[in-house]
């Protein structure tokens, strides 16, 4: 090994996750600090968990409740609509049997 080129090597460098796992490997580092390890990482567990440091989940359930909201409003207009054209076909069809009542009786 040529000499001062290598930087010093420690073989119990301890690596801590976020989730509060930690373990030791062999680094240049002392101390390591990591967001995710094998302990946590849905590859590992199966389970689904966001990993969300810049706060785009937030800002993306934000916008997702946001257009929930707009999609509901939007459906709610459209069915008072319906009821609207509902009433005023019953109302025609009414017109029409009272003048097919008057019909019979005229004859
Ligand atoms: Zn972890």
């Known amino acids: 090994m040529k000499k001062d080129i290598h930087p010093k090597y420690f ?3 301890k690596v801590t996750c976020s989730c509060g796992a930690s373990f030791e490997i062999g680094s240049t580092i002392p101390e390591l600090k990591v967001e995710i390890c094998s302990n946590c990482h849905p590859v590992y ?3 689904k968990k966001f990993i969300d440091t810049a706060g785009r989940l937030e800002k ?3 916008k997702m409740e946001k257009s929930k909201k707009m999609q509901e409003e939007a459906s709610e207009r ?7 054209v509902k009433k005023q076909d019953s109302q ?3 017109e029409a049997d009272l003048k ?4 019979v009786s005229d004859k």
């Open 92 to 94: 025609k069809n009414e």
């Open 60 to 62: 993306f359930m934000a």
């Open 45 to 47: 567990t199966g389970k």
């Open 100 to 103: 097919e009542e008057t019909n």
């Open 11 to 13: 073989e119990n460098t």
């Open 78 to 84: 459209k069915k008072a609509k319906k009821e609207k």
